[in-house]
């Protein structure tokens, strides 16, 4: 066939150019003949009269020549003008098809829109989220280096400790796995100025990082080696702390500043688009040396890999320098420590959300392309007639081609503006919808490649069906269309079939969104509604941050807390006040050896995490939690050595008697004495980020003197009480750094990451619902259309229009029922992928898998309404007439 | 006779397309009539007419449909379109103007420039 077809154009082609050739030819003969009559009929003989006339003519060959070039040209700009005709006369008829089915042409242009723009949306994130989350040259190859404990971590919470210098050193010098190792640093300190003394963020970095990173000082000049030795007493600023506090003044150069007592020159500015290396980090306000000289600094890493060597190559190579070094960290580490190297990628938060949210849009993508298949399949069936009539009167197949493929490109082309648009809206939705925790978003640009791939798609997709569905109908019918009324059967089985399969599919992929959307939309629900075990309504946080030098002794930490407790004591409204090494939500934990007396003691090498908080006895009233057995402590000194245990904690060690009067202790490195359990209190949400509350905690009283206090207070009402807060520091200590928190911010914040893709993952779903809805319906009024002939008799027979109703409704809901049954099963699997991701339901949840039974056999019965309408509205005299 | 003029660049196109505002014709009548209203005085190979024909139909000025003559030959016949009605007014009238002020410069009495002071 298609050889034959390329045969015929070859022909076609090759006749083409015989025929200009020999029409020159003729042409010419023509004019010589001609000629010489004129000249024979003046009298010369017929010899001279030809001479002559050649003469006239000019040189023959050449003539000739020129003239063929002459005609060749002419065809070729003829042929060209012709067929931008043909295109023009295409687009013409297309626009005016599209117009002429407006409600079609709408349907399948925000059908494909809706697809290109919540696909590139999202994968846009994903993309600058996951793929290439920190602005450094060749980010592929950029990892994250620290190091993690081999064993003994219970934490649930991936744990790391950052790396000392001598270690730091040694994998400089040594590793070559890398082409760069960079050591950074964060330092929340404050700056004196004038007025208060204002907190700035500050990055340690190496001198070589703006080489890793390929920035440049916009202006001064970057710290370097020699500043360092000299005593490193110089800062570069950040753009936007230069520009906001300083007025992007370039005489900047060489003044000083006072960071945290020590007077540092600035010696340049470093651009905004320069990325201090983690997500969590806020801007960064000043940029400072790093000295890496200096045994006692501690810094996180990253590097850039060289090509070709595998992570865990690398981090073996460290490995082996860290044993071979005798460093301080080395002779005195209590837990083996390995190098754990990580792509930037997989520490983002929401990794698993976004990969999710990933798959639930290349669903919706799907689903958006089977509709606009059968939304094309559905027109190319009544057209039918119009291309077996044009092909009848003689318009080719490669015409017809060229027709269909101009109005499935024009199609595709524009929805694919218009999902540019929705996807550049959508991009900026999700950007400003964005939790605290993905601060990163912000940055995220449209996705070039992801666009191109979704445009690719929905081309390709309207080319398919448009064109060569189109095509096949219109062959496999051309002289049944034309005897007006034959039944096509077998032809219009298949595509009836075909269409079903699409259909089916889509609800399909629906049913397993609804799965997964009201799975989370529960789960968030649930967490909402958690029961933290504490009450953050009105729970305020002052965590004091007290410098070593200024508090030097235990005694003057103690009268600062104390202090803060008296006064803010006498804040109006205050209805409870305690005081906790780490306020609910924040985490605190010791490292060593957990003992309980009547278990066999821990293995010398059992060093664990262990969660334990100091707190003062007011703390559970204060905090609102319960005891369940004995009492808060009544003695505080360390000599009598009470403790308080959560409910997780007796569970574990004690589950059948009561836990009070036992005896534990946490091994470090002296003896310690044994502590007596005095009270069991209920399990909170007190480690971590307001989630896991079921985990093992020790209370322990807080010791009179520590440096890392939180002040907690309850107070009434919704007033603001961060100001008289900060006011009741100040008045303290006006150099104090001294964050305030919220205990309910803090629980919106853990919530607000969840809830985003909660909601991101309802919208789609609800997309894809309704295009799921609109393909039924599509379907289903083809049915309907098809099938008017049969309902026309059974009406004229005497079917009451109930039972035509039903016939109807039923034939869509077992499409509906169908498509579902296998959504379930592929959901059933699917929800392996959001498990950790639940909270408070299972992966078998059976309302959620009811739920997409009911909404798509709902979803699908409203989609039914208007056929079945047009069903019962079938007249049967022109209905049998009709065909 | 007199010596035959050259062809200036660009009239021959402007001369065929005179010579088929009445009718369609083919190459041969287009020579015929023009060496008849020139007299013979203009020098053009058969040829070059042929080309400026071509040239002009790829314009899109002419168009060609192949006809029978009176002596039952099959030729290739020309004839302007609107496109060309068109561009022949607008070139003749710019053509006329051209010649007439070429024709008045040419022709007008030489003033020596001190005299005109």
Known sequence: ?883 | MTSKLPVLKGTLDLLVLRALTWSPMHGFEIVSWLERAADGSLDIEDSALYQAVYRLEEKGLLQADWGVTENNRRARYYKLTAAGRAHLRAETKNWVQYADTVTTILTSPTNSPSSAQ
């Not at chain 1, 218009?418 to 991009?427: E, S, Y």
């Not at chain 1, 959307?517 to 629900?525: C, E, F, Y």
């Not at chain 1, 409203?862 to 005299?877: E, G, H, N, Q, W």
């Open chain 1, 1 to 883: 066939m298609i050889r034959s077809n390329i045969k015929r154009w070859f022909h076609l082609s090759l006749r083409r150019r015989d025929r200009w050739e020999r029409e020159v030819e003729d042409e010419i003969k023509l004019h010589l003949a001609l000629r010489a009559e004129q000249l024979m009929a003046k009298g010369a003989s017929a010899d001279d009269a030809y001479e002559e006339a050649v003469r006239r003519f000019g040189p023959l060959d050449p003539s000739r020549t020129r003239l063929l070039n002459a005609a060749r040209h002419r065809e070729k700009k003829m042929e060209r003008t012709e067929y931008l005709a043909d295109i023009r006369a295409d687009l013409a008829f297309a626009v005016r098809t599209m117009l002429r089915q407006k409600a079609w042409t709408a349907v399948t242009m925000i059908t494909l829109a809706l697809g290109i723009g919540a696909t590139t949306a999202v994968f846009s994130v994903v993309s600058s989220l996951i793929l290439n989350p920190l602005p450094y040259p060749n980010s592929n190859r950029v990892v994250f280096v620290d190091r993690e404990p081999v064993q003994g971590n219970n934490t649930g919470m991936s744990i790391s400790i950052s790396t000392d210098a001598p270690t730091a050193r040694a994998w400089r010098e040594n590793a070559r796995s890398f082409e760069a190792l960079e050591g950074f640093k964060w330092w929340s300190t404050t700056m004196a100025t004038s007025g208060d003394p204002s907190s700035v963020d500050a990055a340690l970095v190496l001198p070589s990082f703006l080489t890793f990173a390929a920035k440049q000082p916009l202006i001064g000049r970057m710290f370097t080696d020699a500043d360092i030795e000299t005593g490193g007493r110089v800062v570069l600023l950040g753009e936007e702390f230069w520009r906001t506090r300083f007025a992007a003044d370039p005489s900047v150069l060489g003044k000083a500043i006072t960071l945290k007592d020590s007077m540092y020159t600035i010696i340049g500015v470093l651009p905004a688009s320069l990325r201090y290396p983690s997500f969590a980090a806020n801007v960064v306000n000043v940029w400072l040396p790093l000295n890496i000289k200096n045994d006692n600094e501690g810094m996180s890493f990253i590097g850039r890999l060289r090509p070709g060597i595998a992570r865990h190559v690398a981090a073996t190579e460290l490995d082996s320098i860290f044993a071979r070094s005798s460093g301080f960290a080395k002779a005195n580490q209590k837990i083996p420590f390995v190098a754990r190297i990580a792509s930037p990628g997989d520490t983002v938060a929401f990794r698993d959300s976004l990969l999710m949210l990933s798959v639930a849009v290349g669903f919706v993508l799907l689903v958006a392309c089977a509709n606009v298949a059968h939304l094309l399949l559905a027109r190319s069936a009544t057209r039918q007639r119009e291309l077996a009539v044009r092909a009848a009167l003689g318009a080719g197949r490669g015409r017809l081609f060229r027709q269909l493929l101009t109005e499935s490109l024009l199609l595709s082309l524009a929805g694919s503006a218009l999902g540019l648009m929705v996807g550049w809206l959508g991009l900026r939705a999700l950007i400003a919808l964005r939790p605290p925790s993905l601060r990163e978003l912000a940055s995220a640009h449209l996705d070039g490649t992801t666009l191109v791939t979704a445009i690719a798609l929905a081309i390709l997709s309207g080319i398919t069906f448009g064109v060569l569905g189109a095509l096949q109908s219109a062959r496999s019918s051309t002289h049944e269309e034309l005897k007006a009324g034959a039944a096509n059967a077998s032809a219009s089985r298949m595509q009836r079939r075909g269409r079903a399969l699409l259909v089916v599919s889509e609800m399909a992929l629906s049913a397993a969104l609804v799965v997964i959307a009201t799975m989370l939309i529960r789960s968030v629900v649930k967490l909402q509604n958690a029961d933290l075990g504490f009450d953050p309504r009105g729970l305020y946080s002052v965590e004091l941050r007290m410098p070593e030098n200024r508090y030097a002794t235990p005694a003057a930490r103690a009268a600062l807390v104390s202090e803060v407790l008296s006064r803010a004591q006498r804040l109006p409204g205050v209805r409870a006040l305690t005081a906790a090494n780490a306020a609910p939500g924040s985490r605190n934990f010791a490292v060593g050896r957990l003992e309980i007396e009547g278990e066999p003691p821990p293995a010398s090498t059992a060093t664990s995490f262990i969660d334990v908080n100091g707190v003062l006895p007011s703390y559970f009233a204060a905090t609102g939690m319960h005891m369940i057995e004995g009492t808060t402590f009544t003695d505080t000194t360390s000599a009598a050595g009470q403790v308080v245990i959560n409910a997780a904690f007796a569970r574990k060690h004690w589950p059948n008697a009561s836990a009070l009067g036992r005896r534990l202790r946490i091994l470090r490195q002296k003896q310690q004495p044994w502590s007596t359990v005095v009270g069991v209190v209920s399990d909170a949400s007190t480690s971590g980020a307001g989630m896991e509350s079921a985990a093992p905690f020790i209370y322990s009283p807080l010791g009179s003197g520590d440096d890392g206090v939180s002040v907690l207070l309850r107070v009434d009402g919704g007033a603001n009480h961060v100001t008289p807060l900060r006011d009741i520091v100040k008045q303290i200590d006006p150099k104090l750094p001294a964050p305030i928190g919220s205990a309910e911010e803090t629980v919106a914040r853990a919530i607000a990451g969840p809830r985003f893709v909660m909601l991101l993952l309802a919208v789609f779903t609800g997309l894809a619902l309704v295009l799921a809805a609109v393909g039924m319906y599509g379907v289903m009024t083809y049915t309907v259309t098809q099938k008017t002939r049969e309902i026309g008799i059974r009406v004229a027979l005497g079917a009451p229009s109930a039972r035509i109703a039903r016939s109807v409704l039923i034939s869509g809901a077992s499409l509906a029922v169908v498509g579902s049954a296998v959504g379930l099963a592929f959901a059933a699997w699917g929800t392996k992928l959001i498990e950790n991701q639940l909270y408070g339901i299972e992966r078998s949840d059976v309302v959620s898998f009811a739920a997409a039974v009911v909404v798509l056999v709902g979803a699908s019965l409203i989609a039914c309404v208007i056929p079945t309408r047009r069903a019962l509205s079938v007249d049967p005299i022109t209905a049998i007439r009709a065909d």
